[in-house]
């Protein structure tokens, strides 16, 4: 780093910023130089980026659907699948969402580095990517600024940032818009972008694909639900690709298997149950293709901040997550939708799931040293 940042220099209020920079793509030349530490390839900065591959296909392919669904609604039973022209129709709606995201969060992150005179973290690399996933395509940009800076403000940097806050910034943001401005997200057309075509269509705005007035054009087959060409949020529709994004997650170690497993455990029984009961026609396993459950089992749910941290601690954290979005789906008629509930209610009762893990535990060693 150039020495006019370091302490004393003429831009030394700057440090935190130029520090950012000149480690972005590059290992920070500080070594530890006494005491204990640990050498090892995975940091930060690792996790990140590995998680941001990951959720790269369902992106992709989200924003070929942006187009896919805009031109159904336009041409009807004529339209194409076009791939290039779908995708970049897509690509330019979504853009805007992302330097929107971006801009406010990395502009906050930055701001309270300095003010606090600590490094800027990775962190919201990831939150910032996640969040135009999940929110309409056609959201207003002014709307998104409010929410991300309300999410990176109060559900991060005042618990003291990155690794410290007990929400997810990105569920928080999508908390915050739905309950805020309910209208933009839920209605008639908000999962569809219309561009300039002023025709009213129908939307996808819950766990259930709704019947369509007159647009038999859209597919609510099995295959459709799995390879996502049906209208959603940008990131959600792909099961096939969110599935590729675990194996990777799993694979390198940065998401916890237990908590994906789990958390499909209990869908499949709660929504096994209600099929029983006939509180619904959907079969159970047809819940894990619908709505955001794949895209928020796979990643959010496995966020290593807000989820739990014990092993016997996930097996339970991801069950409740399972169990309650469905149960917001069977029995809550004023909401379709249950897993951003879900997680944002077990993120509040991770660290209270850990401590009974670890008291049961250590009560459990304490009574066979009694008994030795």
Request: net charge neutral.
């Amino acid at each position: 780093m150039n020495k006019i940042f370091e302490k004393g220099g003429k831009l030394h209020w700057l440090r935190s910023t130029a520090d950012a920079f000149d480690t972005f793509l590059a290992v920070p030349a500080t070594v530890t130089r006494k005491g204990s530490h640990v050498r090892d390839a995975v940091d930060l900065k690792r996790i990140i980026i590995i998680a941001l591959i990951a959720v790269i296909p369902a992106a992709v392919f989200g924003m070929w659907n942006v187009g896919y669904q805009h031109s159904l609604a336009v041409n009807g039973p004529s339209a194409t699948p076009d791939i290039l022209a779908n995708f970049w129709y897509g690509f330019l709606k979504v853009l805007p969402l992302y330097l929107v995201a971006y801009i406010v969060g990395l502009v906050i992150e930055f701001g309270t580095a300095q003010i606090r005179g600590e490094e800027v973290n990775e962190g919201f690399l990831m939150t910032g990517f996640l969040v135009p996933l999940i929110v309409p395509v056609d959201v207003p940009l002014w709307m998104l600024a409010v929410v991300v800076a309300f999410a990176t403000i109060i559900g991060k940097e005042v618990f003291g940032g990155t690794g410290m806050n007990i929400l997810n910034p990105a569920l928080l943001t999508r908390a915050f818009l739905f309950f805020s401005y309910p209208t933009s997200m839920s209605g008639s057309s908000v999962w569809i972008s219309l561009g300039k075509n002023e025709q009213l269509v129908d939307g996808f705005t819950g766990a259930t694909p709704l019947a369509l007035d007159g647009a038999a054009q859209y597919s609510t087959s099995i295959w459709s639900e799995f390879l996502g060409t049906i209208p959603g949020s940008v990131g959600e529709t792909s099961t096939l690709c969110i599935l590729l994004g675990a194996v990777l997650l799993i694979w390198t170690g940065v998401a916890s298997w237990k908590i994906m497993v789990s958390s499909v455990a209990g869908a499949l029984l709660v929504g096994g149950i209600g099929q029983i009961a006939g509180i619904t026609d959907i079969p159970c396993w047809e819940q894990l293709l619908l709505g955001g459950f794949a895209f928020g089992t796979v990643f959010m749910a496995t966020d290593p901040v807000t989820s739990a941290q014990t092993e016997t601690g996930k097996w339970i954290y991801g069950f409740l997550i399972g169990a309650l979005c469905i149960m917001v789906r069977l029995f809550n008629p004023g909401f379709a939708e249950g897993m951003m509930l879900a997680i944002l209610l077990c993120n509040t009762f991770a660290p209270l799931i850990d401590h009974v893990v670890v008291t049961s535990h250590i009560r459990k060693k304490f009574r066979k040293f009694k008994t030795a």
